[in-house]
């Protein structure tokens, strides 16, 4: 009876082992198993898959020959925790010792693991073994590596981002002063890019910061940082320079290489940036007030006729105020009411008689006064603004037209300005359409000008644009012609109507037998392409001459009228301009 009984224990202990064991091959988690002398007396599945040893082969084997591990850092052998763990029943203290390592398998390939070390204790709480828990952490641990890159870095360029530019330069500034050495910032901003995310898509926007990322890398050391703070602002730490002209020298190397043209989508794109510059330690002795400065510095670049680069002054500050105080008024203006519109006279240059008006907008500023479009159209194109305005100043313009009309004056041929941001818009063509619905002037009465260098930044586009408001009836023209570098491919394509001929050029006619070579030239051009040829500009009687006798149609400038409040246009209509035109 008893060997039966003891047969039957052995059975069941036998059969326990082995529900235990196929519990164990069916965790995710790798198990191994040791005796008393730190020989492995088990693996699970998962354990074989991870070291490389089948179980029958281990059986027997020192823990540290199949469980072989080194440090995460410094690559030195791990202890073996197991043995600790039975000799001084610590388990924490034996798994503290090294919870994360790297396993080497049996082949040589190496992972990330975390484990755990237990100690086996017998009925009588002796120790009877080990047993060790492992998993593999590597693909965590690389998951963890890049979220780690993408919080420091720029998802689209892979460059550093402001995070980490502000703990380089930190950095940078804790040295150069133990050193007594000097550094640099640079902020680097595209001019206009907007007009390219407006007109060609955000798609080649981004892949033209890419290139830009590219070419600020290849101008600067090793030793220093280009970071893009968002947008198309670029920062770019010199870490050590011996002068400014340093700085300067670097500066040069960055405009030359971004005005290369740049590929993209087999397009040529060219643009340009403007950079602001402060150094340590003359303009600041911290990471935030060398950033301002350099923002500050970058700021007077672009009021200097941008692409360049200016050196932080310290009454950059006021003028900088200046702009920002304009800016945040002009986000007001339009809601205010405090927009108008006068409109300038365009005459003909052989009857003396009326042709049309343009309209150009004023801003009446309730402190400052009126502010003329040079000092603010800017501001509103680099803060988003000037479609809104556009919008606006078409919507006025055509509703003071018709109401010229309906008060007996007649048809008033009118003309207004677009901007690139607005002839890029998506609901361009709907919304001139929507206007001339809405105030009841026809097509033909209106006339669109438009810039040649709007027109070439993306001449395929343009192309089918004009071709689209030419189906609506609109009238076109090509405003600041000779400016634009246009082709004769596409000044033959351009189904416009008028071109405008530069005021830099009519107002040295008399003065300069280049420019009056020139501008009879383009006199010429616009005759034979059938189109009417406007000069801007006409302040003198010898250019009113000058224009008559190379066969201009049309002029415009103070020579005959300044631009004018909608009631004196009126009067100017109604009694005629005095100045002198007809022979």
């Known amino acids: 009876m008893r060997m039966m009984m003891d047969g039957r224990t052995t059975e069941a202990m036998v059969l326990e082992n082995e529900v235990a064991n196929v519990t164990l091959d069916s965790i995710g988690e790798a198990v191994l198993r040791t005796d008393v002398q730190g020989k492995v007396t088990y693996l699970n599945r998962k354990a074989e898959e991870m070291t490389g040893w089948r179980r029958e082969e281990a059986r027997g084997r020192p823990m540290t020959d199949v469980l072989q591990l080194i440090e995460s850092v410094g690559g030195l052998a791990v202890g073996n925790a197991a043995g600790i763990a039975i000799q001084e029943d610590q388990a924490t ?12 398998r049996r082949d040589g390939f190496q992972c990330g693991i975390e484990r755990k070390v237990t100690p086996i204790q017998g009925q009588d709480g002796s120790v009877t073994g080990a047993v060790v828990a492992f998993h ?33 330069l930190t950095q940078a500034i804790a040295l150069a002063k133990r050193q007594s050495k000097r550094l640099a910032v640079m902020f680097v901003d595209l001019d206009h890019f907007k007009k390219i995310n407006d007109s060609l898509g955000h798609d080649v926007g981004d892949k033209l910061l890419q290139s830009v990322a590219g070419r600020l890398i290849a101008c600067v050391r090793r030793s220093d940082t280009v970071s893009r703070l968002g947008g198309d602002e670029f920062v770019v730490l010199l870490a050590q320079v011996e002068h400014a002209e340093d700085a300067a020298h670097s500066a040069r190397k960055i405009l030359r290489a971004l005005a290369a043209p740049h590929i993209i989508d087999k397009k040529s794109l060219d643009i340009n940036v403007s950079i602001g510059v402060s150094t340590y330690p003359n303009d600041g002795d911290d990471a935030e007030g060398l950033m301002n400065r350099a923002d500050n510095a970058m700021y007077e670049a672009k009021e200097n006729g ?26 007001c203006a ?10 300038q006279p365009k005459l003909s240059l052989q009857t003396g008689e009326i042709t049309g008006v343009e309209a150009l907008i004023r801003w009446l500023h309730p402190q400052r006064g ?13 803060c988003g603004l000037i479609v809104p305005i556009g919008q606006w100043v078409l919507l006025e313009a055509c509703k003071q037209a018709q109401t010229w009309r309906d008060s007996g004056l007649g048809v008033v041929p009118l003309s207004v300005n677009v901007s690139a941001a607005e002839f890029g818009a998506k609901d361009f063509l709907s919304g001139v359409r929507a206007v001339l619905i809405a105030t009841g002037v026809e097509p033909q009465h209106l006339e669109l000008e438009l810039t040649e260098s709007v027109l070439m930044r993306d001449a395929e586009a343009a192309v089918l644009n004009l071709l689209k408001l030419k189906a609506m009836g609109v009238q076109l023209a090509i405003d600041d012609f000779g400016t634009g570098y246009s082709s004769f491919t596409y000044l033959r394509r351009f189904p416009s109507d008028a071109l405008k001929l530069h005021q830099s050029f009519v107002q040295q006619i008399t003065a300069d037998l280049a420019d009056a070579a020139i501008v009879s030239a383009m006199i010429n051009l616009g005759r034979s392409l059938n189109q009417r040829v406007i000069a801007e500009g006409v302040e003198t009687r010898e ?22 409040a909608a009631e004196q246009a009126r009067k100017l209509f109604e009694e005629g301009i005095q100045a002198g035109v007809v022979h």
Request: aromatic share 10%; with cysteine; hydrophobic share 40%.
């Open 93 to 104: 203290k034996a798994t503290a010792e090294c919870t994360n390592c790297i396993l080497v």
């Open 136 to 168: 593999d952490v590597s693909a965590a641990q690389a998951k963890s590596l890049e979220m780690s890159h993408l919080a420091h870095h720029d998802a689209l360029t892979d460059l550093p981002n402001r995070v980490l530019f502000n703990d380089r």
């Open 306 to 331: 941008r692409n360049n680069c200016q050196f932080f002054r310290h009454e950059m500050h006021a003028r900088l105020a200046e702009r920002q105080s304009l800016e945040a008024d002009l986000r």
């Open 334 to 343: 339009l809601g205010r009411n405090e927009f108008l519109l006068h409109y």
């Open 370 to 382: 009126m502010i003329y479009p040079a000092q603010f159209v800017s501001i509103a194109e680099d």
């Open 543 to 564: 250019q009113v001459k000058f224009l008559q006798l190379h066969g201009c149609g049309e002029g415009q400038g103070y020579y005959f009228s300044p631009p004018v």
